[in-house]
């Protein structure tokens, strides 16, 4: 209870404002903003964005002449010394919006990133398919998909992006964006140890039954060896691992699920139709979906031998329901994808929010802090965007491993004994039949490749389907149960505490 109060007053003081610090020079002159001089023609799909107003046209609306000089200029080593131009907070200023385009997004910042992380996403994805339907109407035997490695790089470069958005909070000296990430690492760790104990009768991940494949597969290859092992790694330590690797994960989602309660809040507050409202309330709860599909009494239990009389009858199998789980993980990720504009519009109304918000306000206020007000919430577009797609793009891709790595079919009326393309043609023995006696120096080379081959085929059997089932069902759990767990706190905050 005591690190739930920490939480929420660390939110105080972060989670109402955007990430701190933007480039001075943006906001300087301007007439020398880069995102600011280009115009465009609208189109009604597009995002709209408010354009800071310029010196002159604060002057105007406060009524002010163009400043000359005057006797309060100070003079310092013959430099003169000009006060910053105030205006009234209460000012009737009407911010001009213009379309997104994609000129305007060269100087944001973190721009590089995002269009390199949806780049290669496509290109990981289009892959993907291409490998999925030459395995479906091929059916190679003893080929190592080459999908995996696109999945892990995509995977890969995501956990680099949002180590450097969670950097950059680091660095940031005031404010409470160090402490509630820690707050929130700390938290996960003790949430996936609990969850690490849970029996499999409640969350049916596999994890134990892969485990105990891996350990056993592991000792009879080093058996075979000659090497005696009582295991590569004990159950404890494995665990230990996975949750400190949870705990990882957990900090990394922290900003992105606290940013995504506030622009569902705001984007119900954008639109009036009752069907895009219902899609943002789904797409909310689209987490907590993928977490229930792992409980096994709510959900499995219910699905596939439902009571509807005094006898349970099954409606599908467990392979079958392995896959409609799948199906159902990618249809709620192209809904999180298609509701993204609502959520980047909402953001990027923060800035008339902010102005109306200020008009309410008593005193006066610097042209240049009004300028920067409004210009940082575009300046920051790229950084919300990454906060969205990047836990979309993990969630998918480690779904996608799941389905080739753990043997799992796409067809929901396919034949269930589908062997994972991964771990094809995993005996050992078979690699030794197949090399003859060497009798020659030559025969000393395929002598050597006859042993790699078996080795590598060792290995397969110690990495088997059972455990990459187990493990990216798990990992596919915690993304989603991350997610939900930090935009429910952030729903809560500006729900109620907020309000209050």
């Not at 880069?34 to 002057?59: C, D, M």
């Amino acid at each position: 209870m005591a690190s739930l109060c920490l939480i929420f007053t660390l939110l105080g003081s972060v989670i109402s404002k955007p990430i701190r610090k933007p480039s001075p020079s943006a906001f300087e002159s301007p007439q020398t903003c880069s995102f600011t001089t280009v115009t465009s023609a609208s189109s009604p799909l597009s995002l709209k964005w408010y354009q800071h107003p310029t010196e002159g046209e604060l002057r105007s609306l406060a009524g002010k002449q163009q400043k000359g000089k005057n006797k309060k200029d100070r003079k310092y080593n013959g430099h003169i010394e000009n006060k910053p131009l105030t205006i009234p907070k209460d000012i009737d200023l009407q911010l001009e919006t213009k379309s997104v385009t994609e000129v305007d997004t060269l100087a944001l910042h973190y721009f590089p990133e995002y269009q390199w992380l949806v780049d290669f996403t496509v290109a990981a994805t289009v892959v993907y398919l291409i490998t999925e339907l030459y395995y479906s109407l091929a059916e190679p035997a003893g080929e190592m998909n080459i999908s995996v490695v696109w999945c892990l790089l995509v995977l890969a470069f995501v956990m680099k992006i949002l180590f450097s958005l969670t950097t950059h909070y680091f660095r940031v000296e005031e404010g409470g964006e160090r402490s509630l990430c820690v707050t929130f690492a700390f938290f996960f760790f003790v949430k996936a140890m609990a969850i690490l104990i849970v029996t499999e009768n409640y969350l049916e991940f596999g994890l134990e039954t892969g485990f105990t494949n891996f350990s056993e597969s592991a000792v009879q290859f080093l058996e075979n060896q000659g090497l005696e092992s009582q295991g590569p790694i004990s159950r404890l330590t494995f665990k230990l691992i996975l949750a400190l690797l949870c705990s990882l994960i957990g900090a990394f989602l922290t900003f992105p699920g606290l940013r995504l309660a506030q622009m569902h809040l705001d984007a119900l507050n954008l639109t009036t139709a009752r069907v895009t409202q219902t899609l943002l309330h789904i797409n909310f709860l689209a987490p907590l979906i993928m977490v229930l599909l792992w409980v096994k009494p709510i959900t499995k239990d219910y699905i596939m031998n439902p009571t509807l009389s005094k006898e349970s009858v099954p409606l599908m199998t467990e392979d079958t329901y392995d896959t409609l789980r799948l199906w159902a993980i990618l249809l709620l990720c192209a809904l999180r994808l298609a509701m993204m504009r609502h959520h980047l519009q909402a953001y990027l109304n923060l800035a008339q929010k902010g102005v109306e918000q200020m008009k309410k306000e008593a005193g006066r206020i610097s042209t240049v802090d009004l300028q920067k007000m409004v210009a940082r919430v575009f300046y920051y577009l790229c950084v919300i965007a990454l906060q969205y797609v990047a836990p979309l793009v993990m969630l998918l891709h480690t779904t996608l491993l799941l389905k080739t790595l753990g043997g799992h079919s796409w067809g929901v009326f396919s034949d269930p004994e589908q062997p994972c393309p991964f771990a094809a043609n995993a005996n050992p023995a078979a690699s030794v039949t197949v090399a003859p006696e060497p009798t020659a120096p030559v025969g000393l080379t395929k002598t050597s490749v006859s042993q790699l081959s078996v080795a590598l085929g060792g290995l397969r059997t110690v990495f088997s389907p059972l455990l990459f089932r187990g493990l990216l069902s798990f990992l596919t759990w915690w993304i989603a149960a991350c997610l939900f767990s930090t935009s429910l706190f952030g729903l809560f905050y500006h729900q109620y505490l907020m309000a209050a």
